[in-house]
């Protein structure tokens, strides 16, 4: 069985990012007398929304990814969920930036979904490229049809599903 | 998609601190500033200001200070008390000055927004459908027109039609009895009725853009292969044309938002002084002017923060809409 964990680099960022985002919100809702309503409810909702990625994020610092023969499983202190190679339906690689996004500033999610479970990966995940590759080949072998995004996605990313 | 959202919105920050000094420097880069201004206007009425008055402008405005002073002043009002400042032309705090304008300006915009799309996206379609068609000519020659026409002389042309033909006059967006009037129900059923003039005189150029826009991007999709290979397998018109094509042409739709929001606002400020609308354009103009900087620089930020959720809506739709890898950007590792 092999093991891929979450780069701990990149999980650092992240919590440095949620950490920034915290306090640039929470701070003035926590520290400003006399603030608007309308703006102290944005701030609010805006911290709530950093401190699920601070959560996030350190679960994903416990979180691995097992990979064997038969299956892939995300395991983490909450949860374990599995699914076996062969009951995979559904494949989508999704590639999230900005219009005017720099190199390197997106990020890629491969979700995988079938018999009730789905499995989400991020691309900040160890050898994330490794594993687009063989879920590629998964999909020519066993004809899983995916959308022209996936499909391009695959493409750009230089493992092209081969019929 | 939690990770793009956070990182969005953790880069609108500095942007918006960037944008900040920009705004500031900018107010200030004519020579003198609102108290020079004021002392010359009591000297050529043959009058004194007071040592206090002047005191008090320095003390509680930093006049005379240097420039990144009164910059840090103006922040901290902003980030630490939500004060956006005083406005010296009004003598009131901005928020009061804003107050309604600010929400007439917004109601105009938004309405402008969703008439842009409503007339926009089916005219675009059936111009890329019907390509070559009768309709399409017809409505292509519409669009070139409304491209073609600055919107002060379509908001001029208006208000001499409506003159000559009914007598009306079509400026303003109150009737005149309700002009000062506290905004009530009464006031918002007559901002309703005023309100289609500057939505056509506004929406006008944007909306041909748009029918250009569409018409172009869904042409470009319906001549690709899998929609030629969908049609020639039996796929019915209708899905072969909203399943993947409609939705791979609406990313540049989508992707205009984010300028459309303050394009719509600062742009409809000369509109605003021709049909005599009570938004903020005429007010940030005036502000330019007489170096009110407070109110100058408050409207500025606004305009910022609108470009700046402008366009984080629109990547979050595309996000959301069509997450490809778009050629020259690269997932990171």
Known sequence: ?163 | MLDYIVRRLLVMIPTLLVISILVFVIIQLPPGDYLTTLIQEYQDRGEQIGEEVLAFYRENYGFGEPMWKQYLLWMKGILLEGNLGYSFEYELPVSDVVGDRMFLTILVSFVTIIFVYIVAFPIGVYSAVNQYSPGDYALTFVGFIGLATPNFLLALILMYLANEWTGASIGGLVDDDLRDAPMSWEKFVSVLQHLWVPVIVIGTSGTAGMIRRLRANLLDELHKQYVVTARAKGVPPKKALFKYPLRMALNPFIADIGNLLPEIISGSAIVSIVLSLETTGPMLLRALETQDMYLAGSFLMVLALLTVLGNLLSDLALAALDPRIRLGAEATK
């Open chain 1, 1 to 163: 069985m092999k093991i891929l964990r979450y780069d701990s680099g990149a999980l650092a960022k992240d919590a440095a990012r949620g950490l920034i985002g915290l306090a640039v919100t929470a701070g003035p809702a926590l520290g400003v007398e006399n603030i608007l309503r309308p703006v102290e409810i944005v701030c609010w909702a805006l911290a709530a929304l950093f401190a699920v990625f601070l959560l996030r994020t350190a679960l994903r610092h416990k979180t691995e990814i097992q990979l064997s023969e038969d299956a892939i499983a995300v395991q983490n202190p909450l949860r374990r969920r599995q699914l076996k190679w062969s009951d995979i339906a559904v494949v989508k690689l999704s590639y999230f930036a900005s219009a005017k996004a720099r190199r390197g500033s997106g990020v890629l999610t491969l979700t995988l979904r079938g018999g009730g479970t789905k499995i989400i990966v991020e691309s900040s995940l160890k050898e994330f490229d490794r594993l687009a590759e063989s879920v590629a080949e998964l999909c020519a072998r066993q004809g899983i049809d995916v959308d022209p995004t996936t499909m391009h996605n695959f493409d750009a990313m230089g493992s092209p599903i081969r019929r």
